[in-house]
């Protein structure tokens, strides 16, 4: 699967990056994606992963239906 354009973990880095000083970073870097994430969860938005297991599962059922038209227009003919 494709990688988005601009993940969680782009966003925490680049976040993380801004903080001066290097000691606290990955301790920073952890409770900071844990936040995000959580504020994720509360909107209720779906992950990657289930994105585009629905898109497949689309993109089978409109193939699907387009051979059933075409049956059935050769049927009605």
Known sequence: MNKPPFSIEDFVKQAVDLLPGEAARGDMQKNFRALVQSALEKMDVVSRAEFDAQ?????????????????????SE
């Open 55 to 75: 898109a497949d599962k689309l993109r089978r059922c409109q193939a699907q239906l387009a051979e059933l038209e075409a049956e059935l227009k050769a049927l």
